[in-house]
Nanobody
């Protein structure tokens, strides 16, 4: 069973930076595509960034050139470096993946989220 644990959220001033981490366990991380999503109060959850097992990355237009997704297969961890943060980046940030084994292929797994608040 895949488990995802996010960390690194907190309160930051506009223009500041944070780095989120998502620790993965329970399956083969190197084969897993990983995504960061966020949900602001009163809004739907949205994709922020995605990185494939082959290191192909994709970003929401709203975070391009400000956020960077990366992964460390040796540590089974995916990161989201967030720079030039804006108040509208305030949200709970979630890590997501899909199963890659025969028993759970395509099944979605979510972390519990970490809160990012951008405010002066």
């Amino acid at each position: 069973q895949v488990q995802l644990v996010e960390s690194g959220g907190g309160l930051v001033q506009p223009g500041g930076s944070l780095r989120l981490s998502c620790a993965f366990s329970g399956s083969i991380f190197a084969l897993s595509n990983m995504g960061w999503y966020r949900q602001a109060p009163g809004k739907q959850r949205e994709l922020v960034a995605h990185i494939s097992s082959g290191l192909i990355t994709d970003y929401a237009d709203s975070v391009k050139d400000r956020f960077t997704i990366s992964r460390d297969n040796a540590k089974s961890t995916v990161y989201l470096q967030m720079d030039s943060l804006k108040p509208e980046d305030t949200a709970v940030y979630y890590c997501k993946t899909e199963g890659v084994l025969r028993a759970d292929y395509g099944m979605e797994y979510w972390g519990k989220g970490t809160l990012v608040t951008v405010s002066s």
